[in-house]
């Protein structure tokens, strides 16, 4: 089979073995890999209910048939898993070097299954694979940890995923961390690797993917890099990596700030592109085979000293830990992303947590004798405290690691209207009043409210921005029009396809070079299918439906999809003034959202559409609830 | 006066030539002109980022940034300022 090494492994840690089971074509043909495969598994193999941090839950590393290529953005691994953070099916990515030596061990999909009596790490080298003590590395921060490992494997090309103490601490929103720098970051996968006692996954391989046209292959590869580089469109995120977000987010007026009361930030100029460019980078690195080079490698000394050891802040960082705390130091930014990255916490999640408890402080439902200290906004250094209480759940630290809405819950005082999250999940920093696409995707994603499921509204306020997909006309990014078909369209192909590749979506966001056309065709280069891109798209469908459906097993229906109550208020200020997001905007969405699905007034898959879809057995396991 | 400007975003569909261009332009004319005059020069400019919204009278889905500070599309161009022209864009 090209484009896979056609081998799944399986751990048990709590029986201490390993099993070898064969990938079949249909099933990549059905599923293609990353999301799809772990979604099936997950589905197939997790009963209704289980306890996310119980030994119940199974952890699934999966590539696709991208990885390994030379595809630009390519090396990519999706962990998935039962969320602690959100009680539903959790995925995150990373990128790197880890995804592509791990197919290079010979497995497309590791399975991890049950829960080591101490803990352990996994050492996965050309077929062999072992299960080695990690008591001595329990405790330890991701460098540390790291550092050991690599002595200890005697391989300095092995790349290592671990967790810190806030996987370990089971903090509901820990992260998995790749070379220190590349972030499986939501949804908490990185506690179900604490709760199974698995401080890492370390992998060192040589095989190669069989690649079924590598001719023509190539020729796209050579033809897409040199567009990547060269066409203009990719100029931005090469110079400034996501920072070249923090200024137009800015401008447009849907930069969370003040634990999103507002979505401009007067300390903006101090950590747009421009300033982080001139106050702190040192350096850009890129993951394996892609010309950008988004990464940020950044150093300061004063007033917190950065190492350029772990990757500098992303966007998503800079406004997290920055405009929503009103933080505007550009250093304790990129230390508060240090430390998340060191203990191994979201810092989405991380900076939402601080934001909604800096709220609470403000309003008196938390004191200085609650927390320790005075928690008021923009203070850098409580944030670095706090953060720290978090990873090792010391006191108030304890409540938040819960995420937000659980420590609303526990804090009361009116403070759920301050929790700022969809299904449990922290919300991204995009706010949706000014871009309407992007509350309906947050709203109906599996995961809650994650900026990567469909494609920002930004994108469509141009002709042509997507004409293989249909999407010709310019869209507003601040009306609902032609938003339902946008957010069904690009999560499917977009939010949904890229996981299972599985690839970088950057890349294949509009106006930049690797279009569905040539998504398809390298997807064709590769396995030797004959796809076409309604069939692609359709797989993209299949795999959202699934995931759907998972939740729906779980008792997800419509009255979970919604969005917070704060973005019914109207913003006052900036480049989105005059917008909300009200309940009946969301309504009037959902209703052509879940027609376009072929899903039922209440959120859930007909058993016409998962016929359709060729997830008969789906419609058998829910047969309770479908129509 | 000369201006000099860098574009961020997909060359082809705005139909440039370069990443980096010199302009000549009238002394104290407001970005609003210059993107127009853009366009006038440019008609893929125009048709992917200008005409929709300049005939709803909205902004432009751009990102002007004058000598490394954002600015509006009244802003003035004087001699010797650096343009960059960004597509907004967000997401990663």
């Known amino acids: 089979m090209y484009g896979y090494m056609g081998k799944i492994l399986r751990v048990d840690l709590s029986e201490k ?25 997950l589905f197939d193999e997790l009963p209704k209910g289980i306890d996310p941090l119980s030994e119940d839950n199974k952890l699934v590393f999966s590539t696709g048939p991208f990885v390994g290529t030379l595809i630009p953005g390519s090396s990519r691994c999706v962990v998935m898993a039962k969320s602690p953070l959100t009680g539903l099916l959790g995925d995150t990515d990373f990128g790197g070097y880890f995804p592509r030596e791990m197919k290079s061990t010979g497995f497309d999909v590791i399975i991890i299954e049950g829960k080591a009596e101490r803990p352990v790490y996994l050492w996965i080298h050309e077929g062999d694979v072992e299960i080695k003590d990690a008591a001595h590395l329990w405790g330890k921060v991701a460098s540390a940890t790291q550092e050991k490992i690599l002595q200890e494997v005697k391989d300095n090309k092995a790349k290592v995923v671990c967790i810190g103490p806030g996987g370990e601490n089971l903090v509901r929103y820990a992260c998995i961390i790749s070379e220190l720098r590349y972030v499986g970051g939501r949804l908490g996968l990185g506690a179900v690797m604490g709760s199974k006692n698995l401080k890492a996954v370390v992998v060192r391989g040589e095989k190669k993917v069989a690649i079924a046209r590598k001719k023509e292959l190539d020729t796209l590869i050579k033809a897409l890099n040199y567009d990547l580089v060269n066409d203009g469109s990719c100029e931005s995120l090469i110079e400034y990596g996501t920072w070249n977000t923090t200024a137009p987010a800015q ?15 007067e300390g903006t100029d101090k950590i747009d592109g421009e300033a982080m460019v001139e106050k702190i980078l040192v350096g ?4 394996y085979a892609c010309p950008i080079r988004c990464r940020r490698v950044v150093e300061a000394e004063t007033p917190y000293k950065v190492s350029p050891e772990y990757g500098g802040p992303q966007y998503e960082a800079v406004a997290s830990l920055g405009s929503l705390c009103l933080n505007d130091d550009p250093v304790a930014i990129a230390k508060a992303n240090e430390l998340c990255n060191e203990y191994s916490l979201d810092v989405i999640s991380t900076g939402v947590c601080i934001a909604f408890a800096m709220e609470c402080f403000e309003k008196g439902v938390l004191t200085e004798e609650d927390i320790g200290f005075s928690l008021k906004w923009g203070d850098h250094e409580a944030m670095m405290r706090l953060i720290e209480m978090i990873a090792y759940r010391k006191g108030i630290g304890g409540i938040l690691a819960e995420g937000v809405k659980r420590a609303a819950s526990k804090i009361q005082g009116g403070s759920e209207k301050w929790a700022i999250h969809v299904k449990g999940l922290e919300m991204g920093m995009h706010d949706p009043r ?4 992007t509350g309906l995707s947050y709203a109906t994603s599996h995961k809650g409210a994650d900026h990567m499921e469909s494609m920002h509204d930004e994108a469509f306020e141009r002709e042509n921005a997507l004409p293989e997909l249909g999407f010709t006309k310019p869209l507003s990014r601040k009306s609902k029009m032609g938003k339902a078909l946008l957010v069904k369209t690009t999560q499917d192909y977009w939010g949904t396809m890229a996981d299972c590749l599985v690839a970088c979506k950057l890349p294949f966001t509009p106006p930049r070079p690797f279009t569905p056309t040539r998504v398809v065709e390298a997807l064709n280069d590769v396995t030797d299918w004959n796809f076409s891109l309604d069939e692609f798209v359709l797989a993209g469908e299949r795999v959202f439906n699934l995931c759907r459906s998972f939740n729906v097993r779980e008792g997800i229906r419509r009255k979970d999809d919604v969005l917070p109550e704060r973005l019914g208020e109207t913003l006052k200020e900036g480049g989105s003034a005059g917008e909300s997001f009200t309940k009946d905007d969301l309504d009037s969405l959902l209703d052509e959202y879940y027609s376009l699905r072929g899903w039922n007034k209440d959120g859930i898959p007909t058993r016409e559409t998962l016929h359709r879809l060729g997830l008969e057995y789906v419609a058998s396991e829910l047969k309770d609830v479908i129509s | 006066m000369s ?9 082809k569909e705005a139909g440039l030539p370069g990443k980096e261009m010199t302009f000549d332009v009238k002394s104290g004319i407001s970005v609003l002109e210059f993107l127009k005059m853009l366009g006038k020069r440019y008609p893929s400019f125009k048709r992917s980022y200008l005409s929709h919204w300049l005939d709803e009278k909205k902004e432009p889905p751009l990102l002007i940034v004058k000598n490394d500070k954002p600015v509006k599309l009244g802003s003035s161009i004087e001699e010797d300022d650096y343009i960059k022209i960004f597509e907004v864009l967000s997401g990663g």
């Open chain 1, 251 to 265: 401008v447009t007026g849907i930069l969370p700030t003040k634990n999103f009361q507002r979505t401009s930030f």
């Open chain 2, 3 to 11: 201006v000099k400007v860098k574009f961020y975003l997909s060359l």
């Open chain 1, 284 to 287: 850009r690195r890129t993951c």
């Open chain 1, 17 to 41: 073995t390993t099993s070898i089971e064969s990938l079949d074509e249909k099933m990549a043909r059905m599923y293609i890999g990353g999301r799809g495969f772990g979604a099936k598994v």
């Open chain 1, 434 to 437: 000014g871009k309407k696409g």
